[in-house]
């Protein structure tokens, strides 16, 4: 495949906080690959009186950042998330994903708007196909609860993989 045909949740969240926010100050929880593709989208990442809180995977995270980001959302910052996912299958067993960071944010206060940029939506799966028809398309995912409801939600069959799977997958590769 080519690289103009993935389409990646965090990318297009940042795209997404583009087109509706505008170029400008945002609070990023996000790794340092992120942080560089929303620099590239002209979005700066800041501490003080951002225009939202963009939830990414964040391989950087330190309690301060989170911290950050609750008082962000405790001041009616709206949350733009990039996944529901709470965890992806790491190199040695689940890896924290960016579903987990909201949910713990939420327990601290509600944020006043969440926008849900990927899984389970179906939106990204769709763009994904472009003119292919969903039929004839299967969704590989490893979360029946994001991977097959977005899959089911486009209208794509989804085929479901665990660990043992994937293992047996990157042996054939």
Known sequence: LRPDQFFLAGEEALTWATAHFGAGPMFLLANTRMRTAAADKNLSHCDREPRAVIICRDTDLTLERLEIALLHITKGCPVILANDDLTHPGDTGPAIESGALLRLLETCHTPSQIIRIGKPKPDLLLKALGRVDARNAVMIGDNPSTDALAARRAGIP????????????DDLV
Request: glycine share 8%; charged share 25%.
């Open 158 to 169: 989804p085929i479901l993989v665990g660990r043992v799977v994937e293992r047996w997958l």
